[in-house]
């Protein structure tokens, strides 16, 4: 079981907005920032959101990303049939490890 | 522009040791660290640790501690994972990446090493 908690699967249609959400606690998210990952089927994961809420340059502005206390999320407006992928948290934790949530999974309807 | 290619897939005995290179170019490599990160078949990603390419330091995943050694060559730009006394359950994808405390900007596309008697 992860120590950053995603929840398994998300769905929505194409145009919709969702949200992705990550709980931590005060060693990791609480105290240090956060960052997306998105890893379509078979590839490498992809840094999609860094420090909490910056996007790396070619990632569309429709994910942007966010952090209050020991939480984050990831939202996607204007969902697109290509979006559907596993999305992941990462965040360090002052036990001096990196830590990934679970994943999450996405399906555009 | 940035890119880090990996050695090809592995497939070894319980108890074995595999090695897996991770080549980096078009950056200057010892100004960033090299990160190490698994995925077991259908599940989710794995830290296994980190080394920094200008000096050696390294910060390993507990779990993992007294198995695993990074390396790097700097001559070649080249970093290293080694993990000893496999078992089945180290069968995974592994990824290198670059940076540092979960901040991953660029990838390895991936080796597979499969642990199988």
């Known amino acids: 079981q992860s120590v950053l908690t995603q929840p398994p699967s998300a769905s929505g249609t194409p145009g919709q907005r969702v949200t992705i959400s990550c709980s931590g606690s005060?060693?990791?998210?609480?105290?240090?920032?956060v960052n997306w990952y998105q890893q379509l089927p078979g590839t490498a994961p992809k840094l999609l959101i860094y420090s909490n809420n910056q996007r790396p340059s070619g990632v569309p502005d429709r994910f942007s990303g966010s952090k209050s206390g020991t939480s984050a999320s990831l939202a996607i407006s204007g969902l697109q049939s290509e979006d559907e992928a596993d999305y992941y948290c990462?965040?360090?934790?002052?036990?001096?490890?990196?830590?990934f949530g679970g994943g999450t999974k996405l399906t555009v309807l | 522009q940035v890119q880090l290619v990996q050695s090809g897939a592995e497939v070894k005995k319980p108890g074995a040791s595999v090695k897996v290179s991770c080549k980096a170019s078009?950056?200057?490599?010892?100004?960033?660290?090299i990160s190490w990160v698994r995925q077991a078949p259908g599940q989710g990603l794995e830290w296994m640790g980190w080394?920094?390419?200008?000096?050696?330091?390294?910060n390993y995943a507990q779990k993992l501690q007294g198995r695993v050694t990074m390396t790097t060559d700097t001559s070649t730009s080249t970093a290293y994972m080694e993990l000893r006394s496999l078992r089945s359950d180290d069968t995974a994808v592994y990824y290198c990446?670059?940076?540092?405390?979960?901040?991953?900007?660029?990838w390895g596309q991936g080796t597979l090493v499969t642990v199988s008697s």
């Open positions: 078009g950056y200057t490599f010892t100004s960033y660290g």
């Open positions: 005060s060693s990791n998210i609480g105290s240090n920032t």
């Open positions: 990446a670059r940076g540092n405390a979960a901040s991953y900007d660029t």
């Open positions: 080394i920094s390419a200008y000096n050696g330091n390294t």
């Open positions: 990462a965040a360090w934790d002052d036990s001096l490890n990196a830590l």
